[in-house]
């Protein structure tokens, strides 16, 4: 049947199959500078991330409109020979409305996509990724993201109509030529020449029988390395002209600014500001087996598992080094006693991890436990006046931690 | 012109390819060993020579030295003599490089365990087997350009280009690596300190891979490869090219083993930058490898001996290019000082030259005996063994190493360290013991090779002189239009001088700086020498390679500055001879565990680390308890430490020692206070001093 003659007779319902698809493609770029909109600060623009992120975008965007072309294409021929089947056998329309309503059915999830990918961006504002905000970062990725779903809806579709034909090519067997693109992409990447013609490209060396032959560098190959050349002088560049990257240092400097920051915002919202001032002894079973995980990971090493003293002090007896109150112990294990061989751990605790392990050790006082070490220290009795040697614990402790 | 007639040498390569495969399984022995103890400690018997600080540097050296060397060596002696139509230059030097090198293997061994080491990794070697290795590798120079001379090919081909290079440039590495004053006949100090000591090991270490397990490997490749599948090479450009720029490109990349670390920034990122220039030169020798292979695909899946090759070329393509993306300094700063790195130099290790060796073996040993393999199907069976033993080897540690990596970084939002050190240790045991099964299967492989090549030679005779004939080279060729490489590849001393001028630029603009320019190391006047007692201490802690597991780099990062303290400064490390930065954290990092624990917790700790860190994977070291200091050695190495400009006054050669039982006996008195009963010239005490004076230095200042 003559080529020309099918395309008048495209029924209404395939056009609208075809709207549809056109609908999709002019969609995916409205979504695109939906996106690009928000990363657009001129802070985010220079970032390499932005950057990349962008490309890969309009490569998607590339991709989704040749396989649309592709997938169009497929579809029109394929409802022509329906058409001719139609006309034979008449009836059958049912493969359009298949098709119409496939074509409606992966468009559907991209526009409510569309729609979902602003609202979740407006409700993570807090965080950020990088340079760039959380809004723009998900802005990005929603658009990459509903460009792969097209993208994976279109190749289903094309897959759809390549496996109807396959199936009646299967009858004629001609498997071959499908195989041959592939080969000849993976030839041309690498300028391959056929292996036949390779008597041509012999160089007439021969050593102990290997021969050799002329072959073209792979072009491939050649540009990875003039593109390596190019990498390593914008890295230096930027490293150590334009000062553009932070070195090392300052990298430092960024990061614990940052977290600064992020402990700052946690510590307001929480309750975890307590301190060797404000700490009150904790009797709650839940406190008291916190502490308890707490001592055993990381006291028990000297004080031993029941604390009954190793090379640090027994910590179940009646004498205390340095006040046996709440807050001196509190204190103690926040500031440590360094040059009697107790280290500070407030930086590998959270003030609440202190109060729960400090209140744990409270707890075991008088446990007598097995291979106790000798008393060490001041006998120290819980009444009214342990407000005055906390304070004075507390004095000493700020004094040497200067 | 009158053919002649002669013989190639066979026997030499025979007792190579021996050489190759005892070394090979004795290397692979002792890394099992070593995979072991990560998770049964006491697989390290609570005996010196068998810890891992002891053993892991018997199985590096015995693996890159002994079974690669002796890789190489059966294979250059094997293909120089074919690809320059000669014999080897002299039967008797052939002899002198095989046992000599032998001998060395052995002494290294023997010295590695008893504990004699220089402490830079695969440079452990103490001064007098360093003199030994520089007169074997003269013998094998003489012996290679002899035969390069006497040749009756005129060309040079691609596999002889890298053994020269190869040759020239590890002459040149391990020389400058290797100065080192000696304080007795088994210790010496290396003659660089701190930063400059760390940039000309990694220049070292880093080129040691590239000219002793890389080019001269691929030297093997271009022989062995298109012999065994009968292929012309696919490029004689890509050769050049990629040649040329493997070895110029190659020598730079040495600092990217020190991102973040005290190294000056410019020559970190000089590192990176010529790492990732790296990538497609390397790759060259890749395609080069598999492109030969075109239309002889079909030989790949019936030959074992091919399909080792295809294999270890996909191998060294991965690891070439994992390699350049480690150099990325966010890459590295996951990466680096974890299991991450052990998998990245196993691909190129158990995957490049295992197999490649493997290969050659299984090609070689037939031809030798003028047989064939005694069984293909079992030579198959070891390359899916071996296969599988390479992926079940390194996909944990990669999951380890990346685990680790994300633990040590992640805190919690309060602001803490999430997780103590320990715990991310014991996280990733399970990982080490999966690691451990790869290794023991590829270990499986390799004695069903030994048992394959067994029954070959059974069945074939050997053939110790090979007839051969060619026509001697004329002496005045007439000139013909030729491609332009072709003028340097009848040159053999002109393509070694610029093989060597190519190498030492790299080098020099990386060094020269590093030493000249004071900048690049800012002093810190708080910085003071190692009492005597550190010093022994110091020895103690090179001697049982504590290193092999420790840092001592503390990196800008927030995590590491909140674990371990100031990141480190490189006017610290001044009178570090050698520096000890490491480059694996099993355990953390020590530049600043002065003072962070009592005496006593380390006494304790050394006797079992188990009483005090309890899951720690650390072996006991319980006897340096008993140990007495070696107290005649202070006068010597006070002087050494003179010499190399470390400021002792003069004359304190003559008081050191009391200096060092004043300290020794405070040591005893903190011990005592404890309960603690310990001689003041135990081991301990100088090792305990030496911990409790790290990184406490640069405190000082933050107090005046």
Redesign the interface.
């Known amino acids: 049947m003559p080529g020309i003659f099918w395309y008048r007779k495209i029924s209404n319902q395939l056009w609208k199959a075809m709207m549809i698809g056109a609908a999709l493609i002019c969609a995916t770029p409205a979504a695109f500078a939906a996106g690009d909109g928000q990363p657009g600060k001129p802070s985010s623009i220079d970032d390499p991330f932005v950057i990349l992120m962008v490309i890969i975008m309009l490569i998607l965007l590339l991709a989704i409109g040749l396989l649309a072309h592709v997938v169009l294409g497929a579809a029109s021929f394929y409802y022509q020979r329906e058409k001719e089947r139609e006309q034979q056998k008449a009836g059958a329309s049912t493969t359009v409305i298949v098709t119409t309503i496939a074509l409606l059915l992966f468009a559907a999830p991209v526009f409510a996509q569309n729609a979902d990918a602003p609202a979740t961006t407006a409700v993570q504002t807090a965080t950020s990724f990088g340079s760039l905000s959380a809004t723009a970062f998900y802005a990005i990725v929603g658009v990459i993201g509903i460009e792969l779903l097209v993208l994976l809806a279109l190749l289903y579709q094309l897959r759809t109509f390549l496996a109807k034909e396959k199936l009646k090519q299967q009858l004629a067997s001609n498997a071959a030529t499908v195989q041959k693109p592939r080969v000849t992409i993976w030839a041309k990447l690498n300028k391959f020449k056929p292996v036949e013609q390779e008597a041509e490209m012999d160089l007439g060396h021969e050593y102990d029988g290997i021969r050799e032959l002329d072959n073209r560098l792979p072009p491939w190959w050649l540009y990875g390395f003039y593109a390596s050349i190019l990498f390593a002088v914008i890295y230096l560049w930027r490293y150590h002209v334009s000062h553009s990257a932070p070195l090392s240092g300052e990298e430092l400097q960024i990061a614990m600014t940052q977290a600064e920051e992020q402990k700052a915002e946690y510590l307001k919202k929480s309750a975890n500001n307590v301190d060797e001032n404000t700490v009150k002894l904790l009797t709650d079973a839940a406190d008291i087996t916190d502490g308890q995980k707490v001592f055993t990971q990381n006291c028990a090493a000297c004080h031993g598992k029941a604390g009954e003293g190793i090379v640090g002090p027994n910590l179940t007896d009646d004498y205390w080094l340095h006040g046996g109150g709440i807050k001196d112990v509190f204190k103690t294990i926040k500031y440590g006693w360094p040059e009697k061989g107790m280290r500070s751990w407030k930086d590998d605790l959270s003030p609440v991890q202190i109060a729960h392990v400090a209140s744990y050790i409270k707890s075991i006082h008088g446990s007598n436990p097995p291979n106790a070490k000798a008393q060490q220290g001041e006998l120290y009795k819980e009444d009214n006046s342990n407000n005055k040697t906390d304070s004075a614990a507390s004095k000493a402790a700020v004094v040497t931690n200067k | 012109m009158q053919v002649e007639q002669f013989h190639y040498d066979n026997k030499i390569v025979k007792q190579f390819a021996y050489a190759t495969a005892l070394w090979g399984i004795v290397g692979m022995v002792a890394g099992l060993w070593v995979a072991i103890q990560f998770y049964a400690p006491g697989a390290a018997l609570n005996f010196a020579p068998t810890t891992f600080g002891r053993l892991r540097p018997v199985h590096t050296n015995a693996v890159i030295f002994a079974f690669v060397g002796n890789c190489i060596f059966t294979g250059v002696y094997y293909?120089l003599q074919?690809?320059c139509?000669a014999r080897m230059f002299s039967d008797k030097l052939s002899k002198i490089h095989f046992w000599g090198w032998q001998s060395i293997i052995v002494a290294a061994a023997i010295t590695l365990l008893l504990g004699y080491t220089t402490g830079k990794e695969y440079a452990e070697l103490e001064w007098p087997i360093d003199i030994a290795i520089t007169l074997v590798w003269v013998v094998f120079g003489i012996n290679l350009f002899g035969t390069i001379i006497k040749r009756r090919?005129r060309?040079l081909?691609v596999a002889i280009w890298f053994y020269i290079a190869t040759w020239v440039t590890v002459a040149l590495l391990h020389i400058v690596n290797s100065f080192e004053i000696p304080v007795s006949l088994f210790k010496s100090y290396s003659w660089y300190a701190g930063v400059q000591d760390a940039l000309v090991q990694w220049w070292y270490g880093h080129n040691a891979v590239a000219f002793f397990l890389t080019t001269p490997i691929l030297g093997l490749m271009y022989?062995f490869l298109?012999?065994a599948a009968n292929r012309?090479?696919?490029?004689?450009?890509?050769?050049i090219?990629h040649f040329w720029?493997l070895i110029f490109i190659y020598i730079w990349a040495g600092p990217h083993h020190l991102l973040?670390t005290a190294l000056p920034?410019?020559a970190?990122?000089?590192g990176?930058?010529?790492s990732?220039?790296l990538?497609?030169?390397s790759?060259?020798g890749m395609?080069n490898g598999l492109?030969t292979l075109?239309?002889a695909w079909d030989k790949v899946r019936e030959e074992p001996v091919l399909k080792f090759f295809v294999v270890a070329v996909t191998c060294y393509g991965m690891a070439t290019f994992e390699g350049p993306m480690m150099s990325l300094?966010n890459v590295n700063a996951i990466s680096h000082f974890t299991d991450w790195t052990i998998a990245h130099v196993h691909i190129g290790g158990l995957g490049w030259n295992g197999f490649m060796a493997f290969g050659m073996l299984y090609w070689l040993i037939p031809r030798m005996w003028g047989t064939s393999l005694h069984s293909k199907k079992l030579a198959t069976n070891h390359f899916w063994l071996g296969t599988i033993g390479i992926v079940i080897y390194a996909v944990p540690l990669y999951w380890a190493g990346f685990t680790q990596a994300q633990m040590w970084k992640t805190?919690?939002?309060?602001?803490?360290?999430k997780f103590?050190f320990l715990e991310t240790v014991t996280h990733i045991i399970p990982m080490y013991i999966t690691r451990s099964i790869g290794g023991s299967l590829y270990l499986i492989g390799a004695f069903l090779m030994v048992f394959n090549l067994y029954k070959t030679i059974k069945k074939g005779k050997f053939i110790a002189n090979e007839a051969a004939e060619a026509a001697p080279l004329e002496k005045h060729a007439a000139p013909v239009k030729e491609?332009w490489h072709r003028w340097i590849e009848k040159k053999p001393m002109t393509l070694l001088v610029f093989s060597l001028i190519v190498v030492a630029i790299g080098g020099a603009v990386e060094m020269v700086p590093t030493f000249l320019v004071k900048s690049n190391i800012p002093t810190i006047a708080s910085v003071q020498p190692y009492t005597p007692l550190e010093l022994q201490g110091r020895d103690i802690y090179v001697r049982e390679g504590c290193y092999t597991c420790h840092s001592q780099m503390i990196?800008?990062?927030?995590d590491e500055?909140?674990r371990y303290g100031e990141?480190s400064k490189a006017g610290e490390f001044v009178y570090d001879h050698p520096f000890q930065w490491g480059s694996k954290r099993t355990g953390p990092d020590l530049a600043r565990e002065g003072?962070?624990?009592?005496d006593?917790?380390h006494y304790?700790h050394m006797m079992d680390p188990r009483i005090?860190?309890?899951g720690s994977i650390m072996p006991s070291y319980s006897w340096l308890l008993d140990n007495k200091i070696d107290t005649a050695s202070t006068p010597a190495k006070i002087r050494a430490m003179q010499k190399l400009g470390v400021p002792y006054p003069a004359g304190y050669d003559q008081v050191a020692n009391k200096d060092l039982l004043t300290q020794a006996n405070g040591i005893r008195l903190s011990l005592k206070m404890?309960k603690i009963e310990t001689p003041k010239d135990a081991e301990i005490v100088a090792l305990i001093s030496y911990l409790q004076r790290l990184g406490k230095d640069i405190k000082a200042t933050a107090k005046q």
């Open positions: 293909s074919r690809l139509k090919e060309h081909y022989y298109p012999k012309p090479v696919y490029s004689y450009r890509l050769s090219i720029a973040y920034d410019w970190q990122s000089l990176t930058v010529f990732i220039m990538l497609l030169p790759w060259g395609l492109f075109r239309g300094k805190f919690t939002e309060e602001g803490q360290l103590q491609h990196r800008p990062f927030r500055v909140a990141y003072g962070k624990y009592p006593s917790w304790n005090m860190s309890p404890d």
